[in-house]
């Protein structure tokens, strides 16, 4: 959702409704105590919700989208994709058919510092992508 325009102007705008998992919240498998996944299916089984705490209290998660890639098989680059997040990235792609801009995967970094975490999850996504230096 967004809220769009100013003053009597402003209102919301719905993009998207979807009962299920979404993908902006994958980060939640390396971070959370319990993944958005297993919340959704506690819920719909009507038993008790978990935990939504830090698995590592006072650190930041930070996920970027690994959106299309030079290699035919992205997997190919995981070592230098280990690398470049400096030994903290975690890998999760999709066993997509690789096209422009379609999601492939996911990494996230868990880190004391959120700029550090960015940069890691940037750079292995870059190694995955084919476009690091």
Known sequence: MF???EGANEHVLVN???????NTGHWTIDGAVTSQFEQH???VLDLPLGSTDLKAPGTHV????????????PARA?????TAGG???????????????????HVTVVDEDPGAALARARAAVE???GTCD
């Open 41 to 43: 299916l506690r819920a």
């Open 78 to 82: 995981l070592t230098d994709a280990f």
């Open 3 to 5: 809220v769009v325009g």
């Open 16 to 22: 998207e409704l979807a009962m299920r998992p979404h």
């Open 87 to 105: 030994g903290r990235a975690k890998v999760h792609l999709y066993g997509k058919k690789v096209r422009p801009g379609r999601k492939l995967g």
């Open 62 to 73: 930070v996920m970027v989208n690994l959106l299309g890639s030079a290699y035919d098989q």
């Open 127 to 129: 190694a995955l992508r």
